[in-house]
C-alpha cells in the first residue's frame, strides 16, 4: 500500500478530534508545510478490520477506522451497541456484510482480520490488547490504555513478544499546529528554563450515590462487562459512560483527560520515557459515599520533576500552562498562546527553529497525518506511531501514581526507573489489582 493513499482529511481529524485550529486560523501560515493531505485509500488496499467495544467513543473509532479498511467484524457485550454500529457502518460499507458477536474472543480467531479497535471500557483494556497482539493482530486502543502500571508493563512484554504495533487513541499527539508545537517551544529553550506546569483537567461529574441495584437489561451480559471487576449487583451508573467515575473501572477525570494533557506535559519536559520523583494529592477530598461515585471530582496533584520543576494537576481552565524563567504559554485543544508564541509569528529566525523542532519531534521522514492514519501508516512500515505504547504507558503511570497517593491520602516517593514507590509496601499494593476469575490476564 503507498503512502499516499492512506492520506486522511486533517479538517475531518481536526473536527472529529474537537481541534479545530485550521478553522479560526489557529495554525499559523508559516506551518503551511506540515499541513494534512486530503487523499483516501483505494478500495483495492484495504485491510479487513475488526472493532471491539462500540460503545460511545469506541464507535468514533470504529467509524474513523473504517475509512481505511472493511469493518467485518464487531463485537460488545451490549446488543444495542452491535445493532447501532452495524446501522452505522451501513452508512459507509453498504455492500459489506459485518459480523456482530457477544465475544470479542470469537473476532480476534478469523484469520481475514489483520487490524482490531478497541473503545471497551478502561478496565477491559489490557486483557483486549494483549489478546489480540496473541491473535496476530494490530490494535489500535482508546485511551486511558490500563487500569494499573503492572498492565503497562505486561502490554510492553507482550507487544515486545509479537512485535504488533500499537496506536494509543491519545490524538493530541498528532496536533502540529498546537500541542507539538508547544512542546517544540518547551524544548527549544524559548521559555528558558522551565519552573512550573500547571495541567488542568476539565471538570468531571464525577457526584453522586449512593445507586441502588437494578434489573440486569436484557442486552446486556453485565457479568462479561464487569470482567476481572469484582462482582457486583448491575446499576446504570456504574455502566457505559460513567464508568470512569469508579476505580473498579477507570480512574476517574484523573485518566479520562489526564492520559491527553499529562502526556502533553511529559513530552515537553522530555520526561516521556520516564516520570516524576514525587507526588502527593493528599489535598484531594474522596467522595466517600457507599455504592456512589468514588473517584474525586476535584483532584489535586503536586509532582516534583528532576531540575526542580514542579507540575500541578488540577481542574479548571482546561489545557496546559508552562512557565519559565524567560516567559509562559499556554495551550489547549482550542488555542494557543503567550510572549514565545507572539514572538515566532514576527521572528523568521524563531520560526524556522520551532518549524526544525516540530518536524524532528513528529518524526524527519513523517508526512503529518491523522491519527488514525498514522496507526495504518505504522502497520505498513512496522515503525513506532505517534502515540507509542511506552510513552502512553508512562503517562498513565502518572495517573495510577497519583490516584494511589490520593486514595492513600499521603505523599509518595516514585522511582521511575524501578516503576516502584520508594519505601512504601502499601502504597505499592496499588500498582496492580485482583483479577477476577475467568478473565484473568495471560501475559
Aim: proline letters at 5%; one cysteine or more; charged letters at 25%.
Amino acid at each position: 500500500m503507498q503512502r499516499s493513499r492512506l492520506t486522511a482529511s486533517r479538517r475531518d481529524f481536526l473536527k472529529a478530534a474537537g481541534l479545530v485550529a485550521t478553522s479560526a486560523g489557529l495554525v499559523p501560515a508559516w506551518m503551511a508545510d506540515l499541513t494534512y493531505g486530503e487523499e483516501k485509500p483505494a478500495s483495492s488496499a484495504r485491510r479487513k478490520l475488526g472493532a471491539i467495544g462500540v460503545g460511545g467513543q469506541g464507535t468514533y473509532v470504529m467509524m474513523t477506522a473504517a475509512q481505511y479498511g472493511d469493518v467485518v467484524a464487531v463485537a460488545d457485550v451490549d446488543k444495542n451497541h452491535l445493532n447501532r454500529a452495524k446501522d452505522q457502518l451501513a452508512t459507509r460499507q453498504k455492500e459489506i456484510d459485518v459480523e456482530l458477536l457477544g465475544d470479542y474472543r470469537k473476532l480476534l480467531e478469523r484469520q481475514d482480520i489483520s487490524c482490531v479497535t478497541i473503545g471497551a471500557p478502561d478496565h477491559w483494556h489490557t486483557k483486549m490488547v494483549i489478546d489480540s497482539m496473541k491473535a496476530g493482530k494490530d490494535v489500535y486502543c482508546e485511551k486511558p490504555l490500563t487500569l494499573t502500571v503492572a498492565e503497562g508493563q505486561q502490554i510492553l512484554k507482550v507487544m515486545k513478544e509479537t512485535g504488533k504495533v500499537l496506536q494509543v487513541g491519545t490524538q493530541q499527539r498528532s496536533d502540529l499546529g498546537l500541542f507539538i508545537r508547544a512542546v517544540a517551544t518547551v524544548r527549544s529553550g524559548q521559555l528558558g528554563k522551565i519552573k512550573k506546569v500547571t495541567v488542568q483537567l476539565p471538570q468531571s461529574t464525577a457526584e453522586g450515590g449512593p445507586f441502588a441495584g437494578k434489573p440486569v437489561p436484557e442486552n446486556l451480559d453485565w457479568n462479561s462487562w464487569l470482567g476481572q471487576a469484582p462482582e457486583v449487583d448491575y446499576c446504570p451508573e456504574r455502566c457505559h459512560f460513567s464508568f470512569r467515575w469508579w476505580y473498579e473501572y477507570s480512574g476517574g477525570i484523573l485518566t479520562d483527560w489526564g492520559a491527553h494533557h499529562i502526556d502533553i506535559c511529559q513530552w515537553a519536559l522530555g520526561q516521556e520515557r520516564s516520570g516524576p520523583l514525587t507526588v502527593d494529592g493528599s489535598k484531594t477530598k474522596l467522595p466517600g459515599i457507599e455504592n456512589g461515585y468514588n473517584t474525586p471530582k476535584h483532584p489535586s496533584l503536586f509532582l516534583t520533576y528532576p531540575g526542580d520543576i514542579e507540575v500541578e494537576v488540577t481542574t479548571g481552565n482546561e489545557g496546559l500552562l508552562f512557565e519559565g524563567s524567560e516567559g509562559r504559554m499556554f495551550v489547549n485543544r482550542g488555542r494557543i498562546t503567550g510572549k514565545p508564541i507572539e514572538e515566532q509569528d514576527k521572528d523568521q529566525g524563531l520560526k524556522d527553529k520551532t518549524m526544525a523542532l516540530v518536524q524532528e519531534i513528529y518524526g524527519k521522514d513523517r508526512k503529518p497525518v491523522s491519527h488514525m492514519e498514522d496507526f495504518f501508516r505504522a502497520v505498513e512500515d512496522r515503525k513506532a506511531p505517534i502515540s507509542d505504547a511506552e510513552t502512553q504507558h508512562r503517562t498513565v503511570s502518572i495517573c495510577h501514581i497519583g490516584n494511589a497517593s490520593i486514595r492513600l491520602q499521603r505523599k509518595l516517593t516514585w522511582d521511575p526507573v524501578a516503576e516502584r514507590f520508594v519505601g512504601d509496601d502499601e502504597a505499592n499494593t496499588h500498582l496492580s489489582r485482583p483479577q477476577r476469575s475467568p478473565f484473568q490476564t495471560e501475559a
